[in-house]
């Protein structure tokens, strides 16, 4: 049978069967039904069902092609997804760390805070003791001052014992 093709290389079987299903049968060896023209009309008719599976194995190794390519971009789009999820993964945790910085800053922020609040007020007793120590300075100034005072009242001036000598500086002389 000379009509029916083998399968060239990367093409499937099936399309060899189609090839030798849809060719026509083998013509007669009659010398005459070669030069008929449903001879002709029978070899043309072959060689268009040769050139469609031709055509249709040219396709299947194209659309085998495209499937690998396609393949190889699917593998690489997990890869991609595989790479986003773990940068997900990544960023939540940083997001967690970053929240748990926050809520420490937050809690050392509030504690420093209660902090300056206790100082000011140590701040201001410190300047209202500091007021009272200065108003009962003044008052034990005075109070002393007013004693001197009531002391030397009592005291004859110039003192009797007290000559023109001692007066002017020259004692003993």
């Known amino acids: 049978m000379s009509s029916i093709r083998k399968a060239s290389p990367g093409s499937s079987p099936k399309t060899s069967s189609v090839a030798a299903?849809?060719?026509?049968?083998?013509?007669?060896?009659?010398?005459?039904?070669?030069?008929?023209?449903?001879?002709?009309?029978?070899?043309?008719?072959?060689?268009?069902?040769?050139?469609?599976?031709?055509?249709?194995?040219?396709?299947?190794?194209?659309?085998?092609?495209?499937?690998?390519?396609?393949?190889?971009?699917?593998?690489?789009?997990?890869?991609?997804?595989?790479?986003?999820?773990?940068?997900?993964?990544?960023?939540s945790l940083q997001d967690a760390k970053t929240e748990e910085i926050i809520e420490e800053t937050d809690r050392v922020v509030a504690e420093t805070e209660k902090v300056v609040e206790k100082a000011e007020?140590?701040?201001?007793?410190?300047?209202?003791?500091?007021?009272?120590?200065?108003?009962?300075?003044?008052?034990i100034e005075e109070d002393l001052a007013a004693r001197r005072e009531d002391l030397w009242s009592g005291v004859p001036s110039p003192l009797p014992f007290q000559d023109e000598k001692l007066r002017k500086g020259m004692p003993g002389k």
């Open 21 to 91: 299903a849809s060719s026509p049968p083998p013509p007669s060896s009659s010398p005459s039904s070669s030069s008929s023209p449903a001879a002709s009309s029978a070899s043309f008719s072959r060689a268009s069902v040769e050139k469609v599976v031709d055509l249709a194995e040219q396709a299947a190794a194209e659309a085998e092609v495209e499937a690998a390519k396609a393949r190889e971009v699917a593998r690489a789009a997990g890869d991609a997804a595989c790479r986003a999820s773990a940068a997900a993964h990544f960023a």
């Open 121 to 139: 007020a140590a701040a201001h007793a410190a300047d209202v003791e500091a007021a009272e120590a200065e108003k009962l300075a003044g008052e």
